[in-house]
T-cell receptor, first 112, second 114 residues
Framework: QKEVEQNSGPLSVPEGAIASLNCTYSDRGSQSFFWYRQYSGKSPELIMSIYSNGDKEDGRFTAQLNKASQYVSLLIRDSQPSDSATYLCAVIFSGGYNKLIFGAGTRLAVHP | DTAVSQTPKYLVTQMGNDKSIKCEQNLGHDTMYWYKQDSKKFLKIMFSYNNKELIINETVPNRFSPKSPDKAHLNLHINSLELGDSAVYFC?????????????FGDGTRLSIL
């Protein structure tokens, strides 16, 4: 069974703090990993993609990948109330066809 | 310009009816997808077409039939709607299906079965 696991939250952080979102996946052969943000009632919006071990930074967002531990995370620095949303971890499992497997999402609440 | 557009945004209908959802992308992508997001917000792939060819067909009741007239369009027809079909259906697209490129989503169609 191909799985992507996330803590459903809610994760509550104060404004200005670092929010840390975590994700584990079951397929050791996976090569492509994505973080999507979904506001309530809206569609998933791509925030980050990461393909290699290590860190990838884009503005206030940093994605971290550790393929040996089958672990991917998203750090949000200087969290803002507008970051409050559900964050979906998604993995393309080995076997081709670009099939995205989503985690259930972590709900983030940033309070002023 | 909307990259991936779906119509209608809302669909309210009765059990047993047949309905269609349309999707169009103007990103020049080769691959399109249908996802279902249920009441628990879990997002799960249903179908994928690469350049009009079906490449992913998950365990979905055969009441659901996708059709891709060209690589920019992917429609979803649902026969004999059931209460459990109530969900948000998202269309998405990406570059060629084997390229591991990210997928971009439409705004969703909220289907409610009475």
């Amino acid at each position: 069974q191909k799985e992507v696991e996330q803590n459903s939250g809610p994760l509550s952080v104060p404004e200005g703090a670092i929010a840390s979102l975590n994700c584990t996946y079951s397929d050791r052969g996976s090569q492509s990993f994505f973080w999507y943000r979904q506001y309530s009632g809206k569609s998933p919006e791509l925030i980050m993609s990461i393909y290699s071990n290590g860190d990838k930074e884009d503005g206030r967002f940093t994605a971290q990948l550790n393929k040996a531990s089958q672990y991917v995370s998203l750090l949000i620095r200087d969290s803002q109330p507008s970051d409050s949303a559900t964050y979906l971890c998604a993995v393309i499992f080995s076997g081709g066809y670009n099939k995205l497997i989503f985690g259930a999402g972590t709900r983030l609440a940033v309070h002023p | 310009d909307t990259a991936v557009s779906q119509t209608p945004k809302y669909l309210v209908t009765q059990m047993g009816n047949d309905k269609s959802i349309k999707c169009e992308q103007n990103l020049g992508h080769d691959t399109m997808y249908w996802y279902k997001q249920d009441s628990k917000k879990f997002l799960k792939i249903m179908f994928s077409y690469n350049n009009k060819e079906l490449i992913i067909n998950e365990t979905v009741p055969n009441r659901f039939s996708p059709k891709s007239p060209d690589k920019a369009h992917l429609n979803l027809h649902i026969n004999s709607l059931e209460l459990g079909d109530s969900a948000v259906y998202f269309c998405a697209s990406s570059q060629a299906g084997f390229s591991n490129q990210p997928q971009h989503f439409g705004d969703g169609t909220r289907l409610s079965i009475l």
